[in-house]
């Protein structure tokens, strides 16, 4: 029973170089999510797919782009990343209203 | 737009003292309310949810919190501090949009446990 699985766990990236952060989930929800996880500052939506083929911006999108690529796959592009973007990554899904279900998250550093 | 305040970033109690995080929402509609946990290194699992049945929701590892709507509140509550709870605590409000049911995040109160 893996839940939400995201990779890598880590990563570091020079400035100005490009990424994907995958996230696959079994349970066969319809919604997934990216966040970003800053210190002082929560969980901030990035996007959300709420179902296959469909996404839509969150609070903070400017910097990256996703792609739903089946309804248990939801990646998360960095095109050319930037020190601003150094955070801890979240991908979760959900079914209705009953919460979200994490995955372990994506550590990354841009230098 | 919905929005979650949580009183107080950091939170210290003594083992065995009674735990009380704080959690205010605003909401034009009948919330949906959630309360994670997120233990160093990890993502966050979810301890309880409100979804407007009983206002007295009872979660794991001994948590509790109680929805109040007069007082725009869902605080969460443990009569007894134990080491383990030591964490980060995340409320949560629940919108539904285009399908989805997005989650906004209060900040977080990191609750220390004192032995």
């Known amino acids: 029973n893996a839940g939400v699985t995201q990779t890598p766990k880590f990563q570091v990236l020079k400035t100005g170089q490009s990424m994907t952060l995958q996230c696959a989930q079994d349970m066969n929800h319809n919604s997934m999510y990216w966040y970003r996880q800053d210190p002082g500052m929560g969980l901030r939506l990035i996007y959300y797919s709420a179902s296959e083929g469909t996404t839509d911006k969150g609070e903070v999108p400017n910097g990256y782009n996703v792609s739903r690529l089946n309804k248990r796959e939801f990646s998360l592009r960095l095109e050319s990343a930037a020190p601003s973007q150094t955070s801890v990554y979240f991908c979760a899904s959900s079914v209705e209203n009953y919460g979200y279900t994490f995955g372990s998250g994506t550590r990354l550093t841009v230098v | 737009a919905q929005s979650v305040t949580q009183l107080g970033s950091h939170v210290s109690v003594s083992e065995g003292a009674l735990v009380l995080l704080r959690c205010n929402y605003s909401s034009s509609v009948p919330p949906y309310l959630f309360w994670y946990v997120q233990y160093p290194n990890q993502g966050l699992q979810l301890l309880l949810k409100?979804?407007?049945?009983?206002?007295l929701v009872k979660g794991i590892n001994g948590f509790e919190a109680e929805f109040k709507k007069s007082e725009t509140s869902f605080h969460l509550t443990k009569p007894s501090a134990h080491m383990s709870d030591a964490a980060e605590y995340f409320c949560a409000v629940s919108s539904s949009g285009a399908g989805s049911y997005q989650l906004t995040f209060g900040k977080g109160t990191k609750l220390s446990v004192i032995p």
């Open positions: 409100y979804t407007s049945a009983a206002t």
